[in-house]
């Protein structure tokens, strides 16, 4: 799919699927601590721990800032991910960053759904860009089809999905 452009408040906000490479971002939210196959019991071994794969999301932006653990299984998940957005906003906002990236992986793996995450993004940008800043744009990456066209209606509804009274 081809990248997708927004404008909300001051800001550009740009949609891409798949991989990105962020070199050239001053700041990037990505993925910490990402299973990487399910856990297992070293070979040979009888009892003791299994070992427990994980990983984390490369990056070669100047500065990488990672999403919280969290799960489908989290009741306040809407609010870890719009906190998570928010805090990350304002931290690229007192960096005086220019251009920062928001990599979707982190919730994605935790397998919230896909409207819920993208609602919660475009808020937090939403409520951010109404406030006149050193930012730039913002781009967010998602991993998959769903998550994508999940942002496309979210950002060609944005009103539909913030409160008015808060800006």
């Known amino acids: ?13 740009i949609l891409r699927l ?3 490479e962020d070199k050239d971002m001053d700041a990037m939210l990505k993925a910490d601590n990402i299973p990487l196959g399910a856990s297992m019991m070293p070979s040979g071994t009888s009892g003791g721990a299994p070992l427990d794969l994980r990983g984390k999301e490369a990056s070669d932006a100047r500065r990488v800032e990672y999403w919280p653990q969290m799960t489908i299984h989290d009741p306040k998940r809407r609010l870890f991910i719009y906190k998570a957005v928010a805090e990350f906003l304002e931290s690229a906002h007192e960096m005086e960053d220019r ?17 819920e995450i993208s609602e919660e993004v475009a808020k937090a940008i939403y409520y951010y860009a109404q406030n006149d800043g050193p930012l730039e744009s913002v781009e967010i990456v998602t991993t998959t089809a769903s998550q994508f066209n999940s942002f496309v209606f979210t950002l060609n509804n944005i009103e539909m999905f913030v409160d008015r009274t808060q800006t």
């Open 99 to 115: 251009h920062i990236g928001i990599s979707t992986l982190g919730p994605e793996i935790g397998m919230i759904p896909a409207w």
């Open 18 to 20: 798949g991989t990105h």
């Open 1 to 13: 799919m081809e990248p997708r452009e927004w404008t909300l408040g001051h800001l550009k906000v």
